[in-house]
């Protein structure tokens, strides 16, 4: 799949791959957050997209478009506006982006990233870029009215290649008792699990090791058998990844 950005010469928001770095999870105990690594891959999955400057954001909290205004620090470059009213900022990418046959685009929030989403929220959507002759927008839907300062490091949005044709898909709802064998192995995962938040609590409480918990070896409060693609037994996971690459966007 080939993902293609035209630039468009004017008001151009800057794409980066996502990275792996929140400043809420460096502020985590032990910096513990980033052994979620289903998280940790999340915040590297797609593009994100970032305004070039600072700039101040003022609503009254009424609905017309004209009640939102958008400060820059620079009067010829405006990649922001106040199009559809209703407290809703408009970003405009600057490009108009083109997917290879069958695929469109995910616009949504940036994965695990909480600065500009305490005064607002991010709109997502689902762009059909195949076959898009113009652009398409990221909207953010303030919580209230008043002012607010958006940072240049808080991105914009982030978009993210998908499948378009989900015609295929099959569900089907079981217990996991007609499953005898992953039963078997859910609740041997299942009872390690309680033992190890038991040991943690205790170590905690005590002061002292229990069970395979260490006092002061962080390490030692996490099972890592998902992180390292291992089952319980050992046994480790073909094809499985800790981390997603995305290339930059670069001229030809």
């Given at each position: 799949?080939?993902?293609?950005?035209?630039?468009?010469?004017?008001?151009?928001?800057?794409?980066?791959?996502?990275?792996?770095?929140?400043?809420?999870?460096?502020?985590?105990?032990?910096?513990?957050?980033?052994?979620?690594?289903?998280?940790?891959?999340?915040?590297?999955?797609?593009?994100?997209?970032?305004?070039?400057?600072?700039?101040?954001?003022?609503?009254?909290?009424?609905?017309?478009?004209?009640?939102?205004?958008?400060?820059?620090?620079?009067?010829?470059?405006?990649?922001?506006?106040?199009?559809?009213?209703?407290?809703?900022?408009?970003?405009?990418?600057?490009?108009?982006?083109?997917?290879?046959?069958?695929?469109?685009?995910?616009?949504?929030?940036?994965?695990?990233?909480?600065?500009?989403?305490?005064?607002?929220?991010?709109?997502?959507?689902?762009?059909?870029?195949?076959?898009?002759?113009?652009?398409?927008?990221?909207?953010?839907?303030?919580?209230?009215?008043?002012?607010?300062?958006?940072?240049?490091?808080?991105?914009?949005?982030?978009?993210?290649?998908?499948?378009?044709?989900?015609?295929?898909?099959?569900?089907?709802?079981?217990?996991?008792?007609?499953?005898?064998?992953?039963?078997?192995?859910?609740?041997?995962?299942?009872?390690?699990?309680t033992q190890t938040i038991s040991d943690i609590d205790t170590v905690y409480k005590t002061g002292k090791d229990s069970g395979n918990v260490k006092v002061g070896q962080p390490k030692t409060e996490w099972e890592k058998n998902y992180y390292t693609g291992k089952r319980l037994n050992g046994e480790r996971i073909s094809?499985?990844?800790?981390?997603?690459?995305?290339?930059?966007?670069?001229?030809?």
């Open positions: 799949m080939k993902l293609t950005a035209y630039d468009l010469g004017v008001g151009n928001l800057i794409i980066k791959p996502g990275i792996k770095k929140r400043d809420w999870m460096d502020e985590t105990p032990g910096q513990y957050a980033y052994r979620c690594l289903p998280m940790q891959v999340a915040n590297t999955f797609g593009w994100d997209l970032f305004a070039p400057d600072d700039f101040i954001i003022s609503w009254n909290g009424e609905q017309d478009q004209s009640t939102l205004q958008i400060n820059y620090p620079a009067d010829d470059n405006h990649f922001a506006a106040s199009t559809f009213g209703s407290g809703i900022v408009t970003f405009h990418p600057g490009y108009l982006f083109r997917t290879d046959p069958a695929w469109d685009l995910l616009i949504l929030p940036p994965a695990n990233h909480d600065q500009a989403s305490k005064f607002a929220t991010c709109l997502s959507g689902i762009v059909e870029t195949s076959w898009l002759d113009f652009t398409f927008t990221l909207n953010w839907k303030l919580h209230q009215g008043g002012t607010f300062h958006w940072k240049k490091e808080w991105p914009v949005g982030r978009i993210v290649p998908i499948p378009h044709d989900y015609d295929n898909i099959e569900t089907e709802l079981l217990h996991i008792s007609d499953r005898g064998d992953l039963e078997k192995k859910y609740n041997q995962w299942a009872d390690r699990r094809g499985h990844t800790i981390s997603r690459k995305f290339p930059e966007f670069k001229n030809e």
